[in-house]
């Protein structure tokens, strides 16, 4: 995406006003910016500690919905194609609704969040998810279930979009970039405890009560969001204008380069991490011949690496060292480990052990390029942070719904197909950056303090 020399300028002067807390211009978004997070109409950005753990907490598990909704019920699904007298290809539909509608939704949800402020379409968002998953449970025959499915994921995407739009209306620069990081850690541990907790409820109930445990914990976040979360967008500063507006407000976001820089960033990210969720339990228990036991504690030792260096990004990286030598130093450590795991899985060498440190590094690159990549796209669009979240959510969950399906082209008899995914994804991460970013150009950086 080549840009002249005056664009280039533009760009830099745009990053200087983001820096210096003045609003962008329209030659970095192409429409005029009202005040970032701390500007006109609202009063200066709290700090973390005044958020408060509860808040923290209510926006972290929002943020968790998707991991939640996909992960809680896998070991259900055998006892789904019993228990509906379906197929197995029809109940895993239901993944597939679930992801779509995650996607989807999310257009739909942050735009409106931008329009309408957050407080409302959250609460209506997860009240509908509440009574969706609820129908899950009470759904009689596999058809009810993938409709079911698919309003999960388009309420439950409002939960998902509009929490970092709150972060980036409370926090500016490098305490949004920190925030995110500690929502990273609330929203990390769904994965790793969904699929446990799914299948110790399956001790004792159905699937149909995983689904209502699920619920229950939907209304649990509903009631404490009802009561926790305020309004952070203030009237003046909401978007009109419909449809048309927000079609204008996606062009200008694409069409800005540092932004797509940073959605493609976390696009191939989460891409190259989907590709080893969606691969691993094959590739333990089938390939290497590994017990269920030993793929929770590879998952949770892979899962470990992300939220660790995460954290550590958020609260030792980022306001001591540039944020795009952060980015780079996590894409490249993404794109090395992509190499070792292809040279892994076709020498043969090292067995289960190696492939699973090449994993670990490969997530803890994502933990270090994933939080500042993030942050910085938001802090690109202070005029509309609920449309541009809503961009990285979309793109994120429909490249995270393409990797399993090019791990699944090499079929499931060697691990060969995940590590080629995982180089893919991360070759195409680092390019994008490297390409897009140009992090070897000097710019004002709104993450160092």
Do not use: K, N
């Not at 399956?202 to 009561?227: E, M, N």
């Amino acid at each position: 995406m080549p840009h002249s020399p005056e664009a280039t300028a533009a760009d830099s002067t745009a990053d200087a006003e983001i820096a210096a807390g003045t609003p962008a211009t329209t030659a970095t978004t192409g429409v005029p910016a009202t005040a970032p997070a701390a500007g006109r109409g609202r009063t200066a950005a709290p700090s973390a500690r005044e958020v408060g753990l509860l808040l923290t907490l209510v926006l972290g598990s929002l943020s968790a919905l998707a991991p939640l909704s996909m992960d809680m019920y896998l070991p259900s699904l055998p006892g789904i194609t019993t228990g509906l007298h379906t197929s197995d290809a029809l109940v895993q539909l239901t993944l597939t609704a679930c992801l779509v509608g995650l996607a989807l939704g999310q257009l739909v949800a942050g735009p409106l969040s931008d329009a309408l402020g957050r407080r409302r379409p959250l609460l209506i968002g997860m009240a509908c998810y509440t009574l969706a998953t609820a129908c899950c449970a009470l759904a009689g025959d596999v058809r009810v279930l993938i409709v079911c499915r698919v309003v999960q994921g388009l309420s439950g995407a409002a939960g998902i979009v509009i929490s970092r739009a709150v972060v980036r209306d409370l926090f500016d620069g490098l305490a949004a970039a920190r925030f995110a990081s500690t929502l990273m850690l609330v929203a990390g541990s769904a994965p790793l405890l969904a699929p446990i907790l799914g299948s110790q409820l399956l001790r004792f109930t159905s699937w149909r009560g995983v689904f209502g445990v699920l619920a229950a914990v939907a209304a649990v976040i509903l009631v404490t969001a009802a009561v926790l979360v305020q309004e952070t967008l203030p009237p003046a500063r909401r978007r009109r204008g419909g449809l048309p507006d927000t079609l204008r407000t996606v062009r200008s976001l694409l069409a800005d380069r540092l932004f797509s820089a940073y959605l493609l960033t976390v696009a191939f990210g989460f891409g190259a991490l989907f590709a080893f969720i969606a691969a691993s339990p094959y590739v333990v228990q089938d390939v290497y011949h590994g017990s269920p036991q030993r793929y929770s504690l590879l998952f949770a030792f892979v899962e470990a690496g992300l939220m660790g260096m995460s954290q550590v990004t958020g609260r030792r990286l980022l306001g001591r060292f540039a944020s795009h030598r952060v980015q780079l130093a996590g894409t490249s450590v993404m794109a090395l480990s992509g190499v070792v795991l292809v040279l892994l899985t076709t020498t043969h060498r090292g067995g289960l052990t190696a492939l699973t440190a090449g994993l670990f590094v490969m997530a803890a690159g994502l933990g270090v390029a994933s939080p500042p990549s993030s942050a910085l796209a938001l802090q690109r669009a202070p005029h509309a942070a609920g449309t541009a979240s809503a961009l990285l959510g979309t793109v994120q969950f429909l490249t995270g719904a393409i990797a399993p399906a090019l791990v699944g082209l090499g079929g499931h008899g060697s691990a060969l197909p995940m590590a080629t995914v995982i180089l893919g994804m991360a070759l195409a991460m680092l390019g994008s950056f490297v390409l897009l970013a140009r992090p070897w150009q000097a710019v004002d950086d709104p993450l160092r303090t």
